[in-house]
């Protein structure tokens, strides 16, 4: 039977998977706290508006009623850009990577998937920026169900 050379500088496997699962357990539990935080702030500013939108009664204090208007239209924004990340996340994770076979290494699986993450996101920031939306959606072929105007 031969001897399997084991390298004495490796690092366990369960040692990886589970410095990986806590990393994954803590960016999670900050995306909770942060999406539920951004939230609260705009069940806040809307149980409190009729305060500041009682100013627009007079001239002198219109000016406190007008910044609480722009305050509050930027956390409805939040919520939007959160809903947005939401609708593009999924998008992403509804299409699995694409294996060549099954020989492949893992590890080549894995950056084959962060290359087309990075693609599909550049692919899609080109998209949204571009000043003809319609022309450079129709020129994106793997990322067409990201381009919402077709």
Known sequence: MPCRVRNKYSTPLWAITLLGSLFIW??????????YSRFFKLYM?????????????????????????????????????????????????????????????????????????????REATRCRTNSTWEMSCNEVKPTEKLCFSN
């Open 45 to 121: 500013a809307t149980a409190i508006a009729p305060i500041p939108l009682a100013s627009f009664a007079g001239q002198p204090s219109s000016n406190i009623g007008i910044a609480f208007l722009k305050t509050y239209a930027g956390i409805c924004l939040e919520g939007c850009i959160i809903v947005l990340a939401c609708v593009i996340f999924s998008a992403f994770a509804s299409t699995p990577p694409t294996v060549a076979g099954d020989d492949v290494a893992a590890a080549t699986v894995v950056w084959n998937y962060v290359g087309e993450l990075i693609f599909n996101m």
């Open 26 to 35: 803590v960016l999670s539990l900050t995306m909770v706290l942060t999406v």
